[in-house]
């Protein structure tokens, strides 16, 4: 299945981080999953939407930026390695092993020389300040509170499976819109479908063996996990939140799934699957997408 990139702009949106008053630059793809099923319900193409997700083939990344036309790729967990720097100041190693935690995306032109400890860590740093911008809306009204609004200077973009029903999905969500307080009108967005850059595409799709940067916050299998942990440096991220149903009237807790966060390294590859995060006897099925996309790193580390 062929791949594609699609650019993503927001004027101002809500991507909360468990508070209302709290609000993220990027999303998962479980949350643009999420938002795509529903749309598909509207239309009575759940079913068919689902089983294009389950297909092998089916690839769906986090987003992350897009800035100035260069797509940006979350930072690798664990790189660089300053502790394997010789004959170096250490005042100096700990100077840069502070900048490099400020990063938190890497323009995929510089992926290579960040690894190999020569990129600018304070431009990488300035890039990601100017990138968005937080703000907080106070609603008014006899409980007053506070929304918490991100801005963007630039796009977001994500790689996913060249697909006409998913582009039919997606061109609707644009007005639906992505995120929390949908309803206020944040989240929408417009959207432009294009090739995947020649050296994207080429480590997404490579199978060489080496290092793999994971592209989306995702979980493998049972049977694949002990084989992805094995030589892996990751960090986990819980999903949790609330489902709603018209049977029960009232929102339920969604089942937890710890997952490895997009950014994490990994020697052997997974595919994940779509797990059921459904509350206990809930009326129908709640799905979080956890499969694996991995950017090849050979010859870079």
Known sequence: MKLQLCQLKFDYAHFGEGTLDSSSSIFSASRLYSALYLEAMKTNQAQEFLNLSRSEEFVLSDAFPY?????????PIGYPEYTTVKNSDLKSVRRKAKLTKKVGFIPLTELESFLKREADLSRLTELANNFTEYDYVTKKGLDPFEVGVTTFADSLYIITSASTLLNQLLEALQYSGLGGKRSSGYGRFSIKVSNVPTELEKRLVSKKPGHKLLMTTSYPKKEELQRAIDGAKYLLKKESGFAYSLTTGVPLRKKDLYKFKAGSIFENEYSGDIYDVS???????????????FFNLNGMV
């Open 67 to 75: 800035i100035e036309g260069i797509p940006f790729l979350p930072k």
């Open 279 to 293: 509350p206990e006897n809930f009326s129908h099925p709640v799905w979080n997408f956890s499969k694996g996309l």
